[in-house]
């Protein structure tokens, strides 16, 4: 059966350091890979999608950006966190249309 | 362009009560529809999808959802709700010529004892 995981659960950070999210997904073969950011109060805003190896779409222009070294790994990176990057963040995989989601468990993300 | 509205923010309902929680899409393409659940501290689950064929569909904990074209929504009902429904409810929508999701902003249940 397919597995995702997405590590770590909670992340407390400084302004002004670097951030490292991993996903993995295990079970099946290249997956559709995407990285949700929910802000508090908000709803789910896609931040990137990758169709395949090193094949990275963004969908908001900001401090983060993302890498997919390997076919079921997806990794969010940036390299001096902002007050404003605080949220839930969640990695989600498909393997194509009408299948929906299916979701990671989530990174609480707080910069202080 | 693709939308997703969710009209109620939060939805206070009594236990065993029925509730809804509405969900209207705006969509020039066909589409698929999903309801996904998030319980306190945690992930998205999938609650229920329509992809095609009935427009009723169930989940396994007694939530059903129609899709009502000539209404573009897409609402989530249950007849009765118990205190472990209490959770944050988004409605999506997939359509079939893009590569990902819209959501809703989400609509807060709490199940009042």
């Known amino acids: 059966s397919q597995t995702i995981h997405q590590w770590p659960a909670t992340l407390v950070q400084p302004v002004g350091s670097p951030l490292s999210l991993e996903c993995t997904v295990e079970?099946?073969?290249?997956?559709?890979l995407y990285w949700y950011r929910q802000a508090a109060g908000r709803g789910l805003q896609l931040l990137f999608y990758?169709?395949?190896?090193g094949q990275i779409s963004s969908e908001v222009p900001q401090n983060l950006s993302a890498s997919r070294p390997q076919d079921r790994q997806f990794i969010l990176s940036s390299k001096k966190l902002l007050l404003s990057d605080s949220g839930f963040y969640l990695c989600a995989w498909s393997v194509g249309w009408g299948y929906g989601y299916t979701f990671g468990s989530g990174t609480r993300l707080t910069v202080v | 362009a693709q939308s997703v509205t969710q009209l109620d923010s939060q939805v206070p309902v009594f236990e065993e009560a029925p509730v809804e929680l509405r969900c209207n899409y705006s969509?020039?393409?066909?589409?698929?529809l999903f309801w996904y659940v998030q319980y306190p501290n945690q992930g998205l689950q999938l609650l229920l999808k329509?992809?095609?064929?009935?427009?009723l569909v169930e989940s396994i904990n007694g939530f059903e959802a129609e899709f009502n074209k000539s209404q573009t929504s897409f609402h989530l009902r249950k007849p009765s709700v118990h205190i472990s429904d209490t959770a944050e409810y988004f409605c999506?929508?997939?359509?079939?010529?893009?590569?990902?999701?819209?959501f809703g902003t989400g609509t807060s249940l709490t199940v009042i004892p």
């Open positions: 990758s169709v395949g190896i």
């Open positions: 329509y992809l095609s064929g009935s427009t």
């Open positions: 969509s020039s393409v066909s589409v698929y």
């Open positions: 999506a929508l997939l359509s079939n010529t893009g590569n990902q999701f819209y």
């Open positions: 079970g099946t073969s290249n997956p559709n």
